[in-house]
């Protein structure tokens, strides 16, 4: 069984940066290779649905959405099984739990169409909470 373990999160002040991370585990056992796989981060604030934010395919390919485009980057390290989210020049609505995720396969394209929904996600970590003060 595939497990992901998001960390990383805190508070800080506007204009502040972020590393966040997500370890996983399982793939061998499950037969899969952590390499070939579709993973992303998404985010939810009190009251909103979960969105999806950033995503990485394979190939190393990458989309982000367009509230965090310049300001945010996904990085997959293969060998360490582990992805981040580098989060700079925050803003007081990025506050939110920050959730990775995974599913099995490629992945490419857009953000829409690499992604997809929440639903297309069998895996995810507990989430990690990023507050950012004004």
């Known amino acids: 069984q595939v497990q992901l373990v998001e960390s990383g999160g805190g508070t800080v002040q506007a204009g502040g940066s972020l590393r966040l991370s997500c370890a996983a585990s399982g793939y061998t056992a499950s037969g899969y290779t952590y390499s070939v796989s579709c993973m992303g981060w998404f985010r939810q604030a009190p009251g909103r649905e979960r969105e999806r934010i950033a995503g990485?395919?394979?190939?190393?390919?990458?989309s982000y959405a367009g509230s965090v485009k310049g300001r945010f980057t996904i990085a997959k390290d293969n060998a360490k099984n582990t992805l981040y989210l580098q989060i700079t020049s925050l803003k007081p609505e990025d506050s939110a739990m920050y959730y990775c995720?995974?599913?099995?396969?490629?992945?490419?394209?857009?953000?829409?169409?690499?992604?997809?929904?929440?639903?297309?996600?069998?895996?995810w970590g507990q989430g990690t909470q990023v507050t950012v003060s004004s």
């Open positions: 990485v395919g394979s190939s190393g390919s990458t």
């Open positions: 995720a995974a599913r099995f396969g490629v992945c490419s394209g857009n953000l829409a169409t690499m992604m997809g929904g929440v639903n297309r996600f069998p895996y």
